[in-house]
């Protein structure tokens, strides 16, 4: 059966290191995902979206990747700032961030 | 960009009672939103996705009597928990989406405290 309230799996790195943050989808036919922040206490905010006819696409200090042979995405945050501190999930409208289509979130923390 | 509003942003109420927390698209059309529920250290979790007009569609292990979900229009839709309990003190989130754009727009959620 489903599982109820994964517990989010943890990533810490230093301040001004490069942060990798994986997601592995199981849909064959996504086609559209997005990576959102969420802070804590707030409602996750949008990142960077990437769409399946591109493997690579890069906005300010953070790139993401898209492997659609092995159903895996990351995203690559550049020289981590203690503001990047947050859970960092992917998505795939419409699934609308379904957690057992993908993995539940990486909490991220940067250390001083 | 995009605005999804939600209220109230935290609410505290007594055992037994019910609680409506309202979410609306700010600034365009959805016909379907979703909500979520998380809890401390914990992801989202997809309680329902309620579409505009018709009745929501509950995920597996969700209580449709206990959660009740009303789509009225194409910017507003509610999340009633009834009979409220200590054990549903939760962190509840909506998203909606634009009907032409694929992006989903979270609100900023409402934080669910049940004495």
């Known amino acids: 059966g489903e599982s109820v309230g994964l517990h989010l799996p943890t990533l810490s790195v230093q301040e001004g290191d490069n942060s990798i943050i994986n997601c592995a989808y199981s849909n064959s036919a996504s086609d559209y995902f997005i990576w959102y922040k969420q802070e804590s206490g707030k409602g996750p905010q949008f990142i960077i979206d990437i769409r399946s006819n591109m493997d690579k696409r890069q906005g300010q200090r953070v790139t993401v990747l898209l492997n659609k042979t092995v159903k895996h995405l990351s995203l690559q945050i550049a020289a981590t700032q203690p503001g990047d501190s947050a859970v960092y999930f992917c998505a795939d409208p419409p699934g609308s961030a379904r957690q057992l289509t993908f993995g539940s979130g990486t909490q991220l923390t940067v250390l001083p | 960009g995009a605005v999804v509003s939600q209220h109230p942003s935290w609410v505290i109420c007594k055992s037994g009672t019910s609680v409506k927390i309202e979410c609306r698209s700010l600034?365009?059309?959805?016909?379907?939103m979703f909500w979520y529920r998380q809890f401390p250290k914990q992801s989202l979790m997809l309680m329902a996705t309620s579409n505009e007009g018709s009745k929501a569609t509950y995920e597996q292990g969700v209580e449709k009597d206990k959660f009740l979900i009303n789509h009225a229009s194409l910017t507003l839709s509610t999340l009633t928990v009834t009979s409220a309990h200590p054990e549903d003190s939760s962190f509840y989130i909506c998203s909606a989406r634009p009907m032409v754009l694929g992006e989903l727009f979270f609100g900023e959620g409402s934080r669910l405290t049940v004495l």
């Open positions: 600034d365009f059309q959805a016909t379907t």
